[in-house]
């Protein structure tokens, strides 16, 4: 079974428009990360946003938010006010600590949801 | 700010060249990671190295070895190159000590094995 399921291959948004990317993860860890991701045309991988699976309060980071729910196994990104710059490959991680050492670092991705905004 | 920087952007090779790729950091990681990306497959983790001369296979391992000598340098090493080699590469470095452990990506290397 995949451990981060992003079900949308490709979305569209209005310039200015909210849009949600969907993620939903798999593990039995109590401890575990999940990050978001955006990767441009340049191929960079940009660190967007971070949860934590003991975090109480779901992350934001400026337009980016990450709506957390547990009990669903899922963390999808929400961006507001959506920008033409945020054309983009977005990817959701997690991070497990299933086992000690060096494997905690270690982060599995999801295929990636192609957003694009249309003016 | 962390930098992550990979040796070449583009490389193109011949069928069992020995090629290798570099990857340095700046920011005293102790991680670092070598993935590859391909179309509609995500990232996959193919090894990292959590300190030096310290090396754990991920989840494609065959067909690479890697090379950790000093801390800020990491080198992947594709020792008989493949077509099916052809891919992008991606090279990454996290903080052991972060809270969120988050980890720092290079520019990448398109590579193309002729």
């Known amino acids: 079974a995949q451990k981060i399921t992003q079900t949308q291959p490709g979305m569209f948004v209005q310039e200015k428009e909210a849009v949600t990317l969907d993620c939903t993860y798999d593990t039995s860890d109590q401890s575990y990360g999940l990050f978001w991701y955006k990767q441009p045309s340049s191929g960079e991988m940009i660190f967007l946003i971070y949860?934590?699976?003991?975090?109480?309060q779901n992350a934001t980071e400026g337009r980016y938010s990450l709506n957390f729910q547990k009990a669903r196994k899922s963390a999808n990104l929400v961006i507001s006010a959506s920008q033409l710059g945020d054309s983009a490959m977005y990817f959701c991680a997690m991070r497990e600590a299933g086992y000690s050492g060096a494997g905690s670092y270690q982060l599995t991705f999801g295929k990636g949801t192609k957003l694009s905004v249309i003016p | 700010d962390v930098k992550v920087t990979q040796s070449s952007r583009y490389l193109v090779k011949r069928t069992g060249e020995k090629v290798f790729l570099e990857c340095v950091q700046d920011m005293d990681h102790e991680n670092m990671f070598w993935y590859r990306q391909d179309p509609g497959l995500g990232l996959r983790l193919i090894y990292f190295?959590?300190?030096?001369?310290?090396?754990e296979k991920g989840d494609i391992p065959e067909g690479y070895s890697v090379s950790r000598e000093k801390k800020e340098r990491f080198s992947l090493i594709l020792e008989s190159a493949s077509t099916n080699q052809t891919s992008m590469y991606l090279c990454?470095?996290?903080?052991?000590?972060?809270?969120?452990?988050?980890?720092?990506f290079g520019p990448g290397t398109r590579l193309t094995v002729l």
């Open positions: 190295s959590y300190d030096v001369k310290m090396k």
């Open positions: 949860q934590g699976s003991y975090d109480e």
């Open positions: 990454a470095s996290s903080l052991s000590r972060a809270s969120a452990n988050e980890q720092f």
